[in-house]
């Protein structure tokens, strides 16, 4: 059984920097491409970063040069460290794992982060 466990949100003021972890098990982390999302209240849940199975990365724009994705595949733990945080950053952030083999997406339960101004 897949499960994602996120951990790391909290309050913090803007320009602070937070960093989330989501613990991985019940799949073979290294062969997934893995993702942060993160939903704000009353908006649709977005993509915030990628990172494949092949170490590439990418980022939406509103987080390019603040936020940076990684991965431990020996740990089988995905981080997002978040720098230069702002108010609209608040929202709760899912891990997010896409199996190589069906496509099916595995969600975590998620980690609020809120920057006040």
């Known amino acids: 059984q897949v499960q994602l466990v996120e951990s790391g949100g909290g309050l913090v003021q803007a320009g602070g920097s937070v960093r989330l972890s989501c613990a991985a098990s019940?799949?073979?982390?290294?062969?997934?491409?893995m993702a942060w999302y993160r939903q704000a209240p009353g908006k649709q849940r977005e993509l915030v970063a990628t990172?494949?199975?092949?170490?590439?990365?990418n980022y939406a724009d509103s987080v390019k040069g603040r936020f940076t994705i990684s991965r431990d595949n020996a740990e089988n733990t995905m981080y997002l460290q978040m720098n230069n945080l702002k108010p609209e950053d608040t929202a709760v952030y899912y891990c997010?794992?896409?199996?190589?083999?069906?496509?099916?997406?595995?969600w975590g339960k998620g980690t609020l982060v809120t920057v006040s101004s």
């Open positions: 990172s494949t199975s092949g170490g590439s990365t």
């Open positions: 997010n794992a896409e199996s190589p083999y069906t496509h099916r997406n595995y």
């Open positions: 019940g799949l073979i982390f290294s062969y997934n491409a």
